[in-house]
């Protein structure tokens, strides 16, 4: 049992989307606590946590069950949502809101695939908070079940469970389900994109929009793990991601305002752009602008961080062809596996679902061209290559 405790943390530990997640309930709800439990009959434990109440509970931490609410979530197996909980006519007299002081809480539950229960996913706070509004839970249900995703995700990628499942099947399953998920994900976050949008054009406070800022960067962040997965199932399930080609002119200037995005989000970092180009390119340019950002993207985490990052676009008149290259080595053993989804190698900060260069792959393949990394003499560069 101790060890099978140990690997749901360190399970829990590894997903990327977990702080932002956290922040993200935080930011939109008020909740200054909000935390990832593991819950079993008879054991209460934090996975992982966001603490600006100074609660005291952190990540390893454990409650005696019977004292929390989602001893309640795990037996009913629904969630429970309180506004003000010494005016709440069910928990106003309850020993939890005492024991533990908080007036707003909500506990959804996280539920394997299987449909083994997890534990939950919660947020307090010692002042009362409106979450009876639907779309709070809503969202916080989406996150469980993203959360669910990801660690059955986690559980494949290091083999827990590849002599239990028909790997094929099971891998189209989790397609199917990533596709229904990152579509019905889109709403909640447009919601919060919008309102961050039209409070930011009421506030005058620097401190409330500074807050508004850091929900709408969560956001952005959230939008974009979500972007991913929908490239994932596109690509697993419809043969490919889908194109909107034409013959695009302005390519040169699409493609520096990406490397000036990503210099402007990496300022220590040094970017080297060349580009030639003289005649139009037939493809999908938001789709070539996202494989740029990308390949980026990734040289810029996992090569050396006092080296340039050199990028060079140009044509033939058979071939148009992006280079992305950075010092520092890929191991051997890790450049057939790349471009694997959720493959991350071992340098780097692990950023975002490990899902970056298969998207690059599968947008390369989608045009029918092809991308070539090689890594000697600590230097590494990726090349795609397409036909015109």
Not at 101 to 128: H, M, W
Not at 131 to 137: F, I
Not at 246 to 254: F, G, I, K, M
Request: net charge negative.
């Amino acid at each position: 049992m101790l060890d099978s405790l140990a690997r749901d943390l360190e399970a829990v530990a590894r997903l990327e989307a977990v702080p932002t997640i956290l922040r993200t309930i935080r930011e939109s709800t008020g909740l200054r606590y909000t935390l990832v439990a593991r819950v079993l009959p008879d054991r209460w434990i934090a996975c992982a946590v966001h603490d600006e109440i100074e609660f005291g509970l952190k990540a390893g931490g454990e409650l005696d069950v019977t004292t929390t609410l989602c001893s309640e979530v795990r037996d009913t197996g629904r969630a429970i949502v309180i506004d003000h909980a010494s005016h709440d006519p069910i928990y106003r007299t309850h020993h939890t809101p005492k024991m533990y002081g908080f007036e707003s809480y909500i506990a959804v539950p996280i539920v394997r695939q299987n449909g083994e229960y997890f534990g939950t996913l919660c947020g307090l706070d010692p002042e009362p908070r409106k979450l009876t509004d639907g779309k709070t839970l809503a969202m916080l249900e989406l996150f469980g079940q993203l959360i669910s995703l990801q660690l059955e995700a986690e559980e494949r990628y290091e083999g827990d469970h590849l002599e239990l499942l028909d790997q094929r099947e099971a891998a189209k399953l989790r397609e199917e389900f990533i596709a229904v998920l990152g579509h019905d994900m889109r709403n909640p976050l447009g919601s919060i994109s919008i309102g961050t949008e039209l409070l930011s054009r009421k506030l005058t406070e620097s401190n409330d929009l500074r807050t508004v800022d850091r929900i709408r960067s969560s956001t952005r962040r959230i939008g974009a793990l979500v972007e991913d997965l929908l490239d994932l199932a596109r690509g697993r399930l419809g043969g490919g991601i889908a194109l909107d080609t034409a013959d695009v002119e302005d390519l040169p200037v699409r493609l520096r305002h990406v490397v000036a995005e990503v210099q402007a989000s990496h300022p220590s970092r040094k970017l080297e752009l060349s580009i030639e180009l003289n005649s139009s390119v037939r493809c999908d340019e938001k789709r070539i602008e996202q494989l740029l950002s990308n390949l980026i993207a990734n040289a810029i985490e996992h090569g050396e961080p006092h080296s340039p990052v050199v990028v060079r676009v140009h044509g033939t008149e058979r071939t148009f062809e992006i280079d992305v290259r950075n010092e520092g080595a890929i191991a051997d053993e890790d450049i057939e596996r790349l471009f694997q989804p959720y493959f991350r190698g071992k340098g780097g900060r692990r950023n975002g679902l490990g899902l970056g260069l298969y998207i690059v792959s599968e947008i390369a393949r989608s045009h029918g061209g092809r991308v070539k990394v090689e890594s000697v003499n600590g230097r590494t560069a990726f090349t795609f290559t397409m036909p015109r």
